[in-house]
């Protein structure tokens, strides 16, 4: 009985760790599959979308019924779009040849070497524009019920009006056509020398034509000056009256653009306004609704008009403010209106101007695409005639092969009493009589993510979460109220009143808590190792660490920096000569040598976002006061990193937390460095069996050695 008991036991337990996922690791990321690029036919009953990375490296176009009664995919087709008349759809093969595919069937036609087509949103009929792949950039108009065909040549871009009627083109960006269906020849509209046109701009191409198609708005990019001659004294002159600084206008030589209107049949060229496509008072209304009720309502689709002028029920995208939860409700037209919840759930479907994608709308019914996600979940697409019924569309779900993550939503208060939030991301292996380490990751709002999802890749400068989590850390994102006239302060209270809330739990190893941040989160993270000394690690990644340069030095646009130093994102709220002490108090670098938390910097010499001086100030700062520090910086790269730079520093990033939060060996970079002769050749990723020296340097002992 006894060896039938440890039989079961050993089996049991062999069955327990077959049964366990691997974790993630970085050979999961380049073929890691997504759903994007959804569209719906103008009847509202077929559907397209892409699988990327089906198969690994390429993508899949995925052809539907919205009934599920008929389906096609294509691997490698690109440029997808519903015809108008819903019996055809037509894309671009891996061959590139054109493909008309008639709707629940297999017949296709093809036309051979084509590099780029349009379809019309709507019409009575199927006309095609296309351009072939050959010199001479021709374009072909083509009605495929008659076989005839319009041919033009020397066109650079071109664009249907919506009902199919017209089409307009510019020509060596130089002038702009317009060809109505059954006319013999194009008409010339405008060109560069046409009365209305800046002179020193230039056709650039041709955006949309208005709804009834009386006019089409064109853009205009600015002309490229005469070159200066070979003995000019090339010499910028900095005016203080400029509206521009020299440097943002030596940028913008040759990229400003500005758009105009040409009307079709006078020609009269004027320069559009901005159009609000919503009524204040509406928007207004709406606000104030969502505020009683904890809710953020934005209109979820582009306002449009019946024929007859009455106005349609407005979707709108819902927020719930306390839970995160996310759907939709629907306002019915009139001023007393009441929105009505449709669906609200767990998820995360559209949140405007930040995450997820806008339901999509047949033109001629009542049916919609929706991609619906959430941490736990892959996004999916999504069909519905109500909101209330939703048929999957896609099933994609790669996180249920690997050790995946789920997420909480914490409240906790903060020092002054505010109620802060932020969410929690624990593997879905989570073992409560463990103590995990905690990395703290940050920017500003952070709570809205609770339902976005995260897939996993090499990082960018932004810390991986999925990685560190399936790998066995915890991830808490806290939110941060930036306060006007005190960012750092306000950084303090956020995260540090987090980390608090955080060391009370069971399962956190607070002896053992990192921080890391990008940009924004990076300036958190180099004030925060200023103001204590309670975190193990900390990696900043292209963060400013000294405001006082920071005020005085030029973003990426050329633009001056002390509108964004002075406002929103860094809140000093006044110049340097007004409050120099305030930019003394929040400026990391001048509390450098307050620093005990050993802190790894990422920052390249091309960032015009941050400057690469505000990381070499951090960086020398440490090295002069003997601090424990290090420096990435990879060649070739700005802002942001990609490729096999974020693969290292993916790598390298992993090593230092592993190090300070986990115990395991540092890595050759970490305890010898690489000499700068040996950049490229030798990585020094491979672990050592020597610790990281102690805090305590060499220019702390020889100050001669500051050269």
């Known amino acids: 009985m006894q060896r039938f008991l440890l039989s079961s036991l050993i ?13 993630i690791d970085t050979g999961m990321y380049a073929s890691w599959p997504s759903v994007g690029d959804a569209a719906i036919s ?10 990327k990375n ?18 096609k995919a294509w691997p490698g087709a690109r440029q997808a779009a519903f015809a108008p008349g819903n019996h055809t759809v037509v894309f671009i093969t891996q061959g590139d040849s054109l493909c ?20 019309p949103a709507a019409g009575e009929k199927l006309m095609l524009a296309y351009q072939p792949k050959a010199p001479g950039k021709e374009l072909v108009i083509y009605d495929p019920a008659s076989g005839s065909k319009k041919q033009f040549t020397g066109v650079s871009d071109y664009v249907w009006s919506e009902d199919g009627t017209q089409l307009a083109f510019t020509r060596d960006s130089s002038s702009v056509w317009n060809y109505r269906l059954g006319q013999e020849e194009a008409i010339l509209l405008a060109n560069n020398q046409s009365r209305g046109i800046d002179t020193d701009f230039r056709f650039h191409g041709v955006l949309r034509f208005s709804r009834d198609g009386s006019s089409l708005l064109c853009v205009l990019k600015q002309k490229f000056l005469p070159k200066p001659g070979p003995d000019a004294v090339m010499v910028d002159i900095w005016h203080y009256r400029d509206k521009k600084l020299q440097s943002q206008q030596l940028k913008e030589l040759g990229n400003l653009k500005d758009t105009i209107s040409i009307g079709i049949n006078n020609r009269k060229i004027a320069y559009p306004g901005q159009q609000e496509l919503y009524d204040a008072a509406l928007l207004s209304a709406i606000k104030a609704y969502g505020d009683k009720h904890h809710l953020m309502l934005q209109p979820a689709l582009e306002l449009d008009n019946t024929a007859d002028g009455v ?10 403010r306390r839970t995160k939860d996310n759907g939709f409700y629907r306002l019915a037209p009139g001023k007393t ?13 559209h949140i405007p101007g930040k995450y997820g994608e806008a339901p999509l709308k047949a033109r001629d019914a009542e049916a919609y695409v929706l991609r619906r996600e959430s941490a736990t979940q892959s996004p999916n697409y999504y069909y519905t005639t109500d909101f209330k019924t939703f048929t999957p569309l896609s099933d994609l779900h ?16 903060s020092p002054d009493g505010d109620t802060l939030q932020g969410i929690l991301y624990k593997p879905e292996n989570f073992n409560p009589d463990k103590r995990y380490p905690v990395i703290f990751y940050y920017n500003e709002l952070m709570s809205d993510r609770l339902h976005l999802y995260l897939p996993p890749g090499p990082s960018d400068g932004r810390l991986n979460i999925p990685w560190y989590v399936s790998n066995g850390y915890l991830v808490f994102s806290p939110d941060i109220y930036y306060k006007m006239g005190a960012p750092g302060p306000s950084i303090y209270n956020a995260v540090n009143s987090a980390a608090d809330y955080l060391a009370k739990q069971p399962w956190v190893d607070a002896k053992k808590m990192g921080l890391q941040g990008f940009e924004l989160g990076a300036y958190a993270t180099n004030y925060l190792v200023t103001r204590t000394g309670r975190f193990a690690a900390a990696c900043a990644a292209a963060g400013f660490t000294d405001l006082i340069s920071a005020h005085g030095a030029l973003d990426e646009n050329g633009a001056s920096m002390m509108p964004k130093i002075e406002g929103y994102p860094y809140c000093m709220e006044a110049p340097l000569w007004e409050v120099p002490e305030r930019y003394i108090e929040n400026s990391p670098v001048l509390g450098a040598d307050e620093i005990t938390t050993p802190l790894l910097l990422m920052h390249n010499k091309q960032d015009e976002v941050v400057p690469f001086a505000q990381g070499v100030e951090l960086i020398t700062g440490l090295r002069r006061l003997g601090k424990t520090g290090w420096m990435l910086q990879y060649d070739d790269c700005a802002h942001t990193l990609s490729g096999p730079p974020a693969m290292d520093f993916s790598i390298r990033m992993a090593q230092f937390f592993a190090h300070y939060l986990k115990r395991t060996p540092a ?11 040996l950049k490229g050749i030798e990585s020094g990723l491979e672990l050592d069996n020597l610790s990281v020296p102690p805090p305590g340097g060499l220019l702390r002992m020889d100050p001669h050695l500051m050269r």
């Not at 008309?100 to 379809?119: E, H, K, M, R, W």
């Not at 009441?338 to 759930?345: A, I, K």
């Open 11 to 23: 089996l049991l337990y062999a069955n327990c760790l077959l049964a366990q996922k691997p974790v």
């Open 100 to 119: 008309l595919l008639t709707l629940g069937t297999t017949a296709a036609s093809y036309i051979p070497g084509v590099q780029s087509f349009q379809v």
């Open 667 to 677: 890595p050759v970079w970490m305890t010898r460095g690489i000499p700068a002769r």
């Open 42 to 51: 103008n009847d509202g009953k077929y559907v397209l979308y892409y699988i």
């Open 398 to 413: 790669p996180e249920t092969a690997c050790n995946w993550f789920t997420t909480e939503l914490h409240n906790w208060c």
């Open 54 to 71: 089906q198969p690994a490296g390429s993508s899949s176009l995925v052809l539907k019924a919205a009934d599920l009664s008929w389906e």
């Open 337 to 349: 209106a009441t929105p009505e919840p449709l669906v609200m759930g767990p998820y995360l479907y």
């Open 311 to 320: 106005a349609p029920p407005l979707l709108l995208t819902a927020l719930n």
